[in-house]
Structures are given as structure tokens and as C-alpha cells.
């Protein structure tokens, strides 16, 4: 549903002060706006902040300063996705990846690979009509992770393999086979070239053209490897249960950036300016690392076990998921907390944001895919409304 939020209230308490300097009394006032849905009807809701401004003269509505108070302050909660499909995985979702149309991949425990399509940006709410991208033909082992690319989807699993997918084609054009464990994660750099880690404790880099490995590092702790690429300058991030992370490029044989941490990491993502790179923590901490300065900018207190993190398309936004908790989605310059999406009771596996920078997709332990429908703070237009009632 499409949720529209209004400015409904504007209180303005005018008091008397009187000074001994002056022939007449001062008015002060105190313009008290509350923000809340219209027409919320279970969706969302805003919750209610009062801001105080004070303005020497009252009919000085000081519209900018309500605005950008309000679109700053302003906590939204999120209680109902705007699509759900059951079912999809149905021992569970393990991974989800968004392409630049829209379209929605999920891999899972049943060895399958589903897509998503009729993606309608003009129009809300879209609706998901569900696809086999790769059905088994006498079932498979699990899918654990997902890499989205361009032309190429790159998936890797318990049989130990990394396989490449042409998306248009629907149909895998290569296997990649070296590992001797399951593969838990894997990221795509620029088309023609993959990432993987897995639980023998190795990240190894491939050429999908040739098939050849080019590298091939020692991870991070059994069994927690985590790895992304980066598609704009081939970079790609490592990191684990060792509390270390690495940036590494395809041409430096070691890391270009490595930082030490005193907790173990299951969780990292890089925003696509490549100016940060999140990192989420077993024990509930979120550390933002500034690529530029080399520094930990920022530390956010989840206060639950991270098990997936997703920057917005301009790196602005983090969204947080600690499976169970309410996934928490965080200003990136401040680290103030916008909102709260309080998901199915069902485990949430993965959780993602998507190219159009108002929704999130998630996957969780039962199955499911949700796609939620994230309103645009920045678009609240309520100035005419601030005016009227003042």
C-alpha cells in the first residue's frame, strides 16, 4: 500500500517576557509540530516527535528549519511488507541479489534458483511474479550464497563449487571447482572476474573466461568467511571470525587496507562509492570504516548478533539485519537511527536494498521473500501544511 505521511499538527504556545530594557513586552514562540500517518491502516506508521523552535517574532514560521528538523528526527517503523510470497525456498532463503532492472534472485536450501520479475518502478505497489531460473532435475544440494552482476550471476554451495549463470540465457556457462568445502559466499568484479570464500579457510580468485584461479588466500576462521566484490575499481573485501579485514585489488598480491578488530565479523558490505566499508560483528557492534582516512568513523550499537548488512544506491543509508531483531536502518554521516522494520517472527536470513532506494527485499528461514516498501523522508512535503496552520 502507499502510505502518504502529512504534517496533521502544528501547535504554537506564545509566552509573555517582559524586559526592563523594553517599553513593551517581547512574544517568544514555540512552534510544536507533530508528525504522524494520515493513512497508515497497519502498514506503518511515523512515530509522534514534538520539536521546539523557538522564533523571536511568531509569525515567523521558519518552514526550512521545521522541515529539515522533521526529515532528520523523524523515526519511522515499518510493520507489513508490501509483498509476501511463501514458500519459495522452503527450507529457507540463504541469499538474495538485486540486479540493476529490479529483478529480484534468491537461492536456498532446496538447490534452486528463482527470480523475480515484473519490476514497475513508475508504479506502486509492484507486484513480483515468481520464475524458475534453476530447478534440479532430481533435486540438488543447498544453495548458500549469491553474487548479481550485470550479464552473470555467480552462486556457490555445500557441493564445493562456484558456478556462473548467463541471466539471459538462464543457463550456466561455467563451474569453478578447487575448494574442498562448501562454499558460503561470493562476490562478482567487473564481469570477468569472482571471489569466493569457504569454510576450508581459503578466498580464492577466478577468471570466469578461462576458468583459471589467479589467487588464492587464507580466510579468516572456520567458518566465517565473508566476501564482496566491488565492481567499479575490482576491488573486493574479506573478513571474518578472526575480527580482520582486508581490501584487496586483482593486480597487489597483498591487501591495499587491513584493520585488526577484537571480535569476530559475520557480516560486511561496501557502499559504491567505495568510501565505506561496514562491518557487523557477532556481538552486535556495526563499525564503519572510512576507506579514504583509514579510519573507524563510527561504531553503531545493534545489540544483537549481525547476520546481513546493505548500503543504498548513494551510500547514504545502512541497513542493518540481526535475524530475529527488528532490522534497523541508519543515517551513515550521523549513525542516527531512521527507522525499524519489524519483519515476520521468522528468522531473517538475508536482507537487501534495492537499485530503486525505496524498498528492501528480505529472505528469511521459512521460506519466504518480502519486499517492503521504505517511504522517502526526504520527499515529506510538508511546508504548505506547516504554513497553513501557522
Known sequence: MNVRYIAIALTIISTTLVSSDSPRPQRQGIHKVELRTLEAQGDAFVAAHVLQLKTNQLNVPLLKEVEDKLIKECYIHFRKPQTRIDDVH?????????????????VGEDGT????????????????REQFF??????????LSLAVGQVLLATGGYNNK???????????????????????SVGLLNGNKVVSATSDNTVKLWDIETAQLIRNHLGHGHPETRVIGVK???????????GVCKIHTLTDKKPIHCKHFDCPFRAVAMNDTETYV?????SGMVYLWNIPTDTIEAVVNYQSPITSLSFNCQGTQLLVNGGT??????????????????????FVREAVMAPSNNEVI?????????????????????????????
Open 90 to 106: 522452503p527450507s529457507g532463503v540463504n541469499g538474495i541479489g538485486v540486479h540493476e532492472d529490479g529483478t529480484i534472485f534468491s
Open 113 to 128: 534458483i528463482k527470480c523475480f520479475s515484473n519490476y514497475l518502478p513508475t508504479k506502486e505497489p509492484r507486484s513480483l
Open 134 to 143: 534453476y530447478k534440479p532435475e532430481h533435486g540438488g544440494q543447498a544453495l
Open 162 to 184: 562456484v558456478r556462473l549463470w548467463d541471466i539471459e540465457k538462464k543457463e550456466c556457462i561455467q563451474t569453478l571447482s578447487g575448494h574442498t568445502q562448501q562454499v558460503a
Open 232 to 242: 567499479k575499481n575490482d576491488l573486493y573485501v574479506t573478513t571474518g571470525w578472526d
Open 278 to 282: 561496514a562491518l557487523g560483528a557477532f
Open 325 to 346: 531483531k527488528p532490522l534497523g536502518l541508519y543515517d551513515v554521516a550521523t549513525t542516527d537511527e531512521l527507522g525499524a522494520i519489524i519483519p515476520h517472527p521468522e
Open 362 to 390: 528480505l529472505g528469511t528461514g521459512d521460506g519466504a521473500i518480502e519486499l517492503w516498501q521504505v517511504p522517502k523522508i526526504g520527499n515529506l512535503q510538508i511546508s504548505e501544511q506547516i504554513s497553513q496552520l501557522s
